[in-house]
């Protein structure tokens, strides 16, 4: 199974690389953007039972994956078929 790990700046913090991305779109005619934020994705493939799949992907966000400070984090646990690789 694949677990798809989504980590994201949580509102109000602040994050330049969007701003700057943000800017960046601006300038090539998007003025339509209204906001950008920058985050991470992660993907996972994991063995064992599908049973405690999702506590063993939060433990893996809560201890490594997201800083719960200044992010936010969700996941998906699907089958490998619908993976990309």
Not at 57 to 69: D, F, I, S, W
Request: with cysteine; aromatic share 6%; net charge positive.
């Amino acid at each position: 199974m694949t677990a798809k790990v989504y980590v994201t700046p949580k509102r109000g913090v602040l994050d330049p690389q969007g701003k700057a991305v943000a800017r960046a779109l601006h300038s090539l005619g998007f003025a339509d953007v209204e906001d950008v934020r920058i985050g991470k994705y992660v993907e996972i493939r994991l063995g064992g039972s599908r049973e405690d799949a999702a506590a063993r992907v939060r433990n893996m966000c809560e201890k490594l994956l997201a800083n719960r400070v200044i992010e936010d984090f969700r996941f998906e646990i699907g089958d490998d078929g619908g993976a990309s690789r």
